[in-house]
T-cell receptor
Framework: NAGVMQNPRHLVRRRGQEARLRCSPV?????VYWYRQLPEEGLKFMVY????????ESGMPKERFSAEFPKEGPSILRIQQVVRGDSAAYFC???????????FGNGTRLTVT | AQSVTQLDSQVPVFEEAPVELRCNYS??????LFWYVQYPNQGLQLLLK??????LVKSINGFEAEFNKSQTSFHLRKPSVHISDTAEYFC?????????????FGQGTRLTINP
């Protein structure tokens, strides 16, 4: 019974490059959530997706950030033209229903140099 | 909207000593409350939750938390900690009937156990 799988675990990008973070939810879960954790801070909600649909992106920056959860394959969080302030741990969580408990992945730690 | 305040960013304690991690919340509606634990380089794991019923909830590894509505608190306690409890602990709150994306996390408390 695999949990939420995120890859890569660590990602280093230079300023201006693109970062692509992948998340495979728990098998059977159709709800995916992305969170960002800055140093010394709690998790901040970014975006909530169901298969092929963005349900709530109120926590995601309007520029450079995008997310998708295609019918087949993992959910992708894409950050274009990364800046140093994007350095953070990005966590994905999944649930079976919108009211169900969240299962978290181990995160992707993005470092922008 | 809800908010969560964890009053201590770091709590160092000796092994086998008791510990309390404080959490206060604010909300204009009834809430569900959670404690999550994050071990080094891992994701968050649900430790315990209060949904309804008994205000004292317990985890399988000896932690407990008490929902106090009048004081809007949900402090986490353990009577005797172990080295393996070293982790970061996050309190979280969500309003009744809200979807999981509305879960609001506190800033976290780093619990360090010294031998």
């Amino acid at each position: 019974n695999a949990g939420v799988m995120q890859n890569p675990r660590h990602l280093v990008r230079r300023r201006g490059q693109e970062a692509r973070l992948r998340c495979s939810p728990v098998k059977g879960h159709s709800h995916v959530y992305w969170y960002r954790q800055l140093p010394e801070e709690g998790l901040k909600f970014m975006v909530y997706l169901q298969k092929e649909n963005i349900i709530d992106e109120s926590g995601m920056p309007k520029e450079r950030f995008s997310a998708e959860f295609p019918k087949e394959g993992p959910s992708i969080l894409r950050i274009q033209q990364v800046v140093r302030g994007d350095s953070a741990a990005y966590f994905c969580a999944s649930s079976q229903h919108w009211e169900s408990p969240l299962h978290f992945g181990n995160g992707t730690r993005l470092t922008v140099t | 909207a809800q908010s969560v305040t964890q009053l201590d960013s770091q709590v160092p304690v000796f092994e086998e000593a008791p510990v309390e991690l404080r959490c206060n919340y604010s909300s204009s509606v009834s809430v569900y409350l959670f404690w999550y634990v994050q071990y080094p380089n891992q994701g968050l794991q649900l430790l315990l939750k209060y949904l309804s019923g008994s205000t004292l909830v317990k985890s399988i590894n000896g932690f407990e938390a008490e929902f106090n509505k009048s004081q809007t608190s949900f402090h986490l306690r353990k009577p005797s900690v172990h080295i393996s409890d070293t982790a970061e602990y996050f309190c979280a709150v969500i309003g009744l009937g809200q979807g999981a994306q509305k879960l609001v996390f506190g800033q976290g408390t780093r619990l360090t156990i010294n031998p």
